[in-house]
């Protein structure tokens, strides 16, 4: 904030939080800093004056935030007008005499820039499918059919009174599965017919069909039957209401109306292929991100996997625990969203606050609860900074690894009490994330799953929120997800209070080291042909395998491969492999060419495959030539094969092919021999 000239207006709402302008200047230096009592009525003139100026101007208000942009839009303002909630989050609490410090905080973080957000366009032309059991959804067709394109699908109908007029299309089916989204659902239908014309006291239906295949924009589903969707309520196009309940149908009826145009959905992941791991030569390895997907958009696609981007919700438990940065969240990216986060508690530091506690909260639920909090009990602790982001379960060890390493004396997730969607990617962040800060004296982390603000003031005063960091990081992250993961775990380590070089790991950690049973180890080197990061590696010179922990991300594809199975992965995060040498795993002499004396192979594979044919294989047992040839290199052996005409395939001669012929010619010669002996 310090290289642009800005305007702060605190207002302190009719007086009702104090506030320590005093704290907030020394967060935010050389910011002009104005406190109005009521700055969205009485003192409105205060706010047009500000937006006239040119400064980037900061509004301590989100409440009457419409109001402050069409004021800002009619004098003119059309950017670098920024709102940030300084009353429920600071200035609405028992301890909003010392939340100076954080207002700060709160205050510079909104002023943190951050990258426009992606998109994808979905298109619905408004064909809508109401998929239902009985009249219930040919009345929520009644209220639709003058907006959208109707059909109504009913699963195994009872009986149905017939239409005086058929405004719309009613057939019956039971659908099977469904696929895609808001504008391009594609579904397969059993038992489907339609309605007959000459239906009379009730529906009939022609002769049924099973896999009908049919496509619409919209599915209204009030059969009362399983979703046709795993976490439906996240797919885009799909409303599903309970048909007991009339009021819940009648909500989904009118988010059905509003479905028809263009629209511009989120692209929350940015997805590098060349960097996935999933798989190699159809072996399979990582497959995180497919485990927890809970919206069904990640597919395997060959030695990758493929998002679709207009099925991703947005959880972002992919990019939380990809090893390679290859599905990265982008609302925000995860650099701009560590450089928030080192705003936010340096700027603390600077206005004087002690020992923060990051809460990392979505705004549905965790913005809800901090403001009943607000309203109704003693509000956040003065120490406690909340960071709002997109989804909760988007946050990754990087972003722990940096609230530390910035000084951070705790961090807590805020969840439901009981989540919508699993979020067990976020509790392998924090079962991740444990081990390293307890092994480096660092505060501790934990999730607060709860809808109960009481309960969540209450467990926010119980966290013994320790001195942080003396020497607090300063790097500002910039780049891809794994570099700024490797930066912030170093830096967390230099910063560590008992600073220690190896820790160990939980299983399916994205670091760690591969161990090899040497005894067993052929170097046949599947494993540096499979491995997709480089980490394992040969040398073109002898036979010899080598290891970079550093680059290893725990993808399992060398295991997976190895024939002999003599690999083991350990995870484990170690400090000094981002500058150690590549160590070797295991390495022999290679066989030298009896003919021109050119390494290659490896000596005891070789020598062992010849003890194993010499005397007992066919090829090999009569002819010393053949062994030689296998102790030659490849160039070699040619030459040796075709000096000494050997049959490359070393079988013995075949018999002459028998004709007709001959067994005529056999059977004279015993014929006359039998009437010789006669």
Not at 6 to 29: F, K, Y
Not at 609 to 631: E, F, P, T, V
């Amino acid at each position: 904030m310090t290289d642009r000239p800005r305007t702060i207006i605190l207002c302190s709402c009719e007086s009702t939080m104090p506030l320590d302008v005093g704290a907030v200047q020394r967060g935010c230096a050389g910011a002009d800093i104005e406190t109005p009592k009521q700055l969205c009525r009485a003192e409105i003139d205060c706010f047009r004056s500000a937006a006239a100026r040119e400064a980037q101007l900061i509004v301590g208000c989100t409440q009457e935030a419409p109001l402050f942009t069409d004021t800002a839009e009619a004098s003119g303002r059309q950017k670098n007008l920024t709102f940030v909630n300084v009353r429920e989050t600071a200035g609405w609490s028992s301890q909003a005499d010392t939340a100076g410090p954080k207002m700060a905080a709160l205050i510079a973080a909104a002023a943190e820039p951050l990258p426009a957000n992606p998109s994808v366009t979905l298109t619905s032309d408004g064909i809508t499918l109401i998929y239902g059991r009985d009249e219930q959804a040919i009345e929520a067709a009644n209220l639709l059919k003058d907006q959208l394109d109707v059909t109504v699908m009913i699963s195994k109908p009872k009986a149905l009174t017939p239409s005086r007029v058929n405004e719309f299309p009613i057939v019956k089916g039971t659908i099977r599965s469904a696929k895609g989204h808001l504008g391009n659902f594609e579904l397969i239908v059993d038992d489907f017919a339609a309605a007959s014309p000459s239906s009379r006291e009730v529906l009939i239906f022609a002769v049924a069909q099973d896999g009908a295949v049919s496509g619409c924009d919209i599915i209204l589903d009030v059969s009362g039957n399983p979703p046709l969707f795993a976490a439906g309520d996240l797919r885009d196009g799909y409303l599903r209401a309970d048909p007991g309940d009339p009021a819940a149908v009648l909500r989904a009826v009118l988010k059905a109306r509003d479905l028809t145009g263009t629209f511009d959905k989120p692209r929350y992941i940015a997805f590098t292929d060349g960097l996935c791991v999933h798989s190699r030569s159809q072996i399979v390895g990582c497959h995180r991100c497919l485990d927890l997907c809970p919206a069904g958009a990640i597919v395997p696609a060959g030695d990758h996997v493929a998002i679709d981007p207009a099925i991703c919700a947005g959880c972002g438990q992919c990019a939380a625990v990809c090893p390679t940065g290859a599905a990265a969240y982008d609302v925000p990216p995860a650099d701009a969203l560590l450089r928030k986060l080192r705003v936010l508690l340096t700027t603390y530091c600077r206005a004087g606050g002690l020992n923060p506690i990051v809460l990392i909260h979505d705004d549905d639920h965790g913005g809800a609860l901090i403001d009943a909090l607000a309203r109704y009990g003693d509000g956040l602790p003065a120490n406690v900074l909340p960071l709002l982001v997109n989804e909760v379960t988007q946050v990754g060890i990087e972003a722990v690894a940096a609230a530390f390493a910035f000084g951070a004396s705790a961090v807590r997730f805020l969840l439901r009490a009981k989540p919508r969607h699993d979020v067990a990617g976020l509790r392998k962040t924090v079962a991740l994330a444990r081990p390293i800060l307890a092994a480096l004296g660092f505060g501790s982390i934990a999730t607060i799953e709860t809808d109960d603000p009481d309960a969540l003031g209450a467990a926010l005063a119980a966290i013994d929120a320790p001195t942080p960091t003396s020497c607090p990081a300063t790097f500002i992250p910039v780049g891809s997800k794994r570099d700024v993961m490797k930066s912030a775990l170093r830096e967390l380590h230099a910063a560590a209070p008992s600073p220690i070089d190896v820790i160990a790991l939980p299983p399916e950690a994205p670091f760690g080291s591969v161990e090899v049973d040497v005894a067993g180890c052929t170097l046949c080197l599947s494993c540096v042909s499979a491995c997709p990061t480089g980490a394992l590696g040969d040398d073109p010179d002898r036979p010899l395998l080598r290891f970079t922990e550093d680059a290893c991300v725990q993808c399992g594809l060398c295991k997976a491969t190895c024939p002999e199975k003599v690999i083991t992965l350990k995870p484990q995060l170690d400090f000094g492999a981002v500058t150690a040498r590549p160590r070797v795993l295991k390495a022999e002499e290679p066989f030298l060419c009896i003919r021109c004396g050119k390494p290659f192979g490896v000596k005891s594979t070789i020598e062992r495959i010849i003890g194993k044919l010499a005397g007992q294989h066919w090829m090999y047992a009569q002819n010393s030539k053949r062994l030689d040839a296998l102790k030659m290199c490849e160039d070699c052996r040619v030459a040796a094969v075709t000096e000494d005409n050997l049959d490359p395939h070393g079988a013995p001669p075949r018999p002459r092919l028998r004709t007709t012929d001959d067994y005529l010619r056999e059977r004279a010669a015993r014929e006359q021999g039998e009437k010789d002996d006669g």
